[in-house]
């Protein structure tokens, strides 16, 4: 009681999952998120849930998002791959230390996020940036036309 509370909720409105499912609908993928945070907002008006204080969209925030990829690069915890940018799980010792886990438990390709990659350094290295991939929405950025990897929207 007594505190000011920004409350804030982030919308992953441009991923993987998002294209697979619009180009299965034969439907732009922004208007497959805008459905989809419509309802949401409806759910959460049904449910008496009170708004947030702001509501940031990946879309909305792609120059963010580059800055700080390229923050993470220059600060040696990045590093580019023809296109795609990865985080270098082994540059920072503490990777791991919120979810408790350990870099030995990390495998690629079992949770559909993390995938095997010969362009990678470690096989756990995620994806900041994806390279743009035909007929696929994207951004131009300094390691050519992407978007942002489902890592970093929340951080960005």
């Known amino acids: 009681r007594g505190y000011d509370v920004t409350y804030c909720r982030n919308f992953t409105d441009v991923d993987d999952?998002?294209?697979?499912?619009a180009a299965e609908n034969g439907e732009d993928p922004f208007q497959l998120t805008a459905r989809f945070i419509q309802e949401f907002h409806s759910d959460m008006q049904s449910l008496g849930c009170l708004p947030p204080s702001m509501e940031p969209k990946v879309t909305e925030n792609i120059e963010n998002i580059i800055d700080m990829?390229?923050?993470?690069?220059?600060?040696?915890?990045a590093?580019?791959?023809?296109?795609?940018?990865?985080?270098?799980?082994?540059?920072?010792?503490?990777?791991?230390?919120?979810s408790g886990r350990q870099k030995k438990d990390n495998r690629a390709g079992e949770s559909g996020r993390v995938s095997k990659d010969s362009r990678k350094k470690n096989d756990a290295d995620f994806a900041l940036w994806k390279?743009?991939?035909?007929?696929?929405?994207?951004?131009?950025?300094?390691?050519?036309?992407?978007?942002?990897?489902?890592?970093?929207?929340c951080s960005a």
């Not at 743009?132 to 890592?151: C, D, I, Y």
């Open 69 to 77: 990829i390229e923050t993470i690069i220059q600060n040696g915890h």
């Open 79 to 98: 590093y580019p791959a023809e296109g795609d940018v990865y985080f270098d799980v082994e540059s920072f010792g503490d990777y791991g230390a919120l």
């Open 131 to 153: 390279g743009a991939k035909e007929g696929e929405v994207s951004w131009e950025s300094p390691w050519g036309p992407g978007r942002p990897g489902w890592h970093i929207e």
């Open 17 to 21: 999952k998002i294209i697979k499912r």
